[in-house]
């Protein structure tokens, strides 16, 4: 049964899509039962061009990535979520809508990343500075595909997560 989790920032266009991408290729890499996607709160409506380009560079295949609203997951026929992980704290701060798809609310956990968007040193900080967060997003998406998700409760799998979050 797969495993599905939510990953969001407020524009959706940066640290979540990293997110999104790296979560999916890993786990497709890992032969793990998961699927990600991405969402935000106010969503830009478009992907930042330096996340696309440390996706690539990574190997991640980025066509069909899109800056979505997160009330593409309050839909009846919405994937089950099972987990939604911030990784801004403005979207962390904000109160989630009731998202559907059949397993009730899903667990809430926050892993915070400053925003590569805003690093200094021009187009070059920039791009370090999202292969970076990539890089540090990438490190506890592996703890995340290292866990028995296919048997742990919420508890447990609450309780991982939030240890991931320290690490």
Not at 59 to 71: A, M, N, T
Not at 141 to 152: C, D, G, H, I
Request: net charge negative.
């Amino acid at each position: 049964m797969t495993t599905h989790f939510l990953i969001l920032c407020t524009h959706n266009s940066a640290r979540s899509v990293l997110a999104e991408g790296m979560l999916n290729h890993l786990a497709a890499r890992l032969g793990c039962d998961v699927k990600a996607y991405s969402a935000g709160s106010a969503p830009s409506g478009r992907i930042n061009p330096f996340a696309l380009e440390a996706l690539a560079a990574a190997g991640v295949e980025c066509s069909g990535f899109r800056s979505k609203s997160w009330d593409e997951f309050t839909q009846a026929d919405s994937p089950p979520l099972t987990a939604v992980i911030t990784v801004c704290d403005s979207a962390a701060a904000e109160i989630c809508p009731l998202f559907h798809g059949g397993h009730g609310q899903p667990l809430k956990v926050h892993w915070g990343y400053p925003d590569p968007s805003h690093a200094d040193g021009g187009d070059d900080g920039k791009r370090r500075a999202f292969e970076l967060t990539r890089q540090a997003l990438s490190y506890r998406l592996l703890q995340l595909l290292a866990l028995p998700l296919e048997t742990m409760d919420a508890s447990q799998l609450q309780t991982a997560l939030a240890a991931i979050a320290r690490s």
